[in-house]
T-cell receptor, first 113, second 118 residues
Framework: QKEVEQNSGPLSVPEGAIASLNCTYS??????FFWYRQYSGKSPELIMS????GDKEDGRFTAQLNKASQYVSLLIRDSQPSDSATYLC?????????????FGAGTRLAVHP | DARVTQTPRHKVTEMGQEVTMRCQPI?????VFWYRQTMMQGLELLAY????????DSGMPKDRFSAEMPDATLATLKIQPSEPRDSAVYFC????????????????FGEGSRLTVL
């Protein structure tokens, strides 16, 4: 089992719709969770972080965390073509006395006009 | 405009040659991560430094890869000898991590070094 799992997609949604991206993780002790966005040919950039169970909203983005189910999600409201990118879920894994950041393989999102 | 700087941006080399990639983290950041990205494997963690000390290099093939941080402004990743399977984009990322380890994942990535080994 991979430490962080995501559906590779592509997830195709029409402009203006809600895009829902999901991620599961294997380490029940993980405490910090992140969503990065990566445009084709570019480097990942942090868009959301979440540390507690529940929802965290930032503009059109909402991150949701359920530690009991070991599940993290990202909702993008009013999706725009400019949101088309690969979304990487990242989770801290405590090992050897420190936290390290492990990424999922990413979900490719395509927003079509 | 603070950013992580990586060199070279592109490198084409022949199998068996030595490759050195360099990274200048954002001033004041105390952690540096090296990742490798391929279509098949996604982002793989190669090495992790905090306050210049190596904390984890378990993701690196030890016989050919080495990572160092000779000072706070420079991290290096070296491959010797290089092999075609090393072809990938190598990313350096830095962050400012507090003692408790929280916000370990709030990283800033460089633009990457695209390596092609023929």
């Amino acid at each position: 089992q991979k430490e962080v799992e995501q559906n590779s997609g592509p997830l195709s949604v029409p402009e203006g719709a809600i895009a829902s991206l999901n991620c599961t993780y294997s380490d029940r002790g993980s405490q910090s969770f992140f969503w990065y966005r990566q445009y084709s040919g570019k480097s990942p950039e942090l868009i959301m972080s979440i540390y507690s169970n529940g929802d965290k909203e930032d503009g059109r983005f909402t991150a949701q965390l359920n530690k009991a189910s070991q599940y993290v999600s990202l909702l993008i409201r009013d999706s725009q073509p400019s949101d088309s990118a690969t979304y990487l879920c990242a989770v801290t894994l405590f090992s050897g006395g420190y936290n390290k950041l492990i990424f999922g393989a990413g979900t490719r999102l395509a927003v079509h006009p | 405009d603070a950013r992580v700087t990586q060199t070279p941006r592109h490198k084409v080399t022949e199998m068996g040659q030595e490759v050195t990639m360099r990274c200048q983290p954002i001033l004041g950041h105390n952690t540096v991560f090296w990742y490798r990205q391929t279509m098949m494997q996604g982002l793989e963690l190669l090495a992790y430094f905090r306050n210049r000390a190596p904390l984890d290099d378990s993701g690196m093939p030890k016989d050919r890869f080495s990572a160092e941080m000779p000072d706070a402004t420079l991290a290096t990743l070296k491959i010797q000898p290089s092999e075609p399977r090393d072809s990938a984009v190598y990313f350096c990322a830095s962050g400012a991590i507090k003692t408790g380890g929280e916000k370990t994942g709030e990283l800033f990535f460089g633009e990457g070094s695209r390596l092609t080994v023929l």
